[in-house]
């Protein structure tokens, strides 16, 4: 499955990386994306193929760091 397949699946679920419900078409639950910098937040509303899978990648980092989601 290619990476893009795999965040459009993401996007379109209910359950965020940290096992809390979301919102469909959200990144992360309120929690983990309100944990983030509003850097990195406004970087999660780039189109797919323009930023966003470099965004998502970066979000990712500071929430494992942060002990939001596991690796």
């Keep these: 499955m290619s990476q893009t397949?795999?965040?459009?699946?993401?996007?379109?679920?209910?359950?965020?990386r940290c096992g809390c419900r979301k919102q469909s078409r959200k990144t992360f639950?309120?929690?983990?994306?309100?944990?983030?910098?509003?850097?990195h937040q406004a970087a999660l509303?780039?189109?797919i193929g323009e930023g966003y899978e470099e965004a998502y990648q970066a979000a990712v980092e500071v929430l494992i760091g942060k002990g939001r989601i596991a690796a």
């Design 5 to 16: 397949k795999d965040l459009i699946e993401e996007l379109r679920g209910m359950w965020c």
């Design 29 to 39: 639950c309120g929690r983990c994306f309100y944990s983030l910098t509003k850097e």
């Design 45 to 47: 509303y780039q189109r």
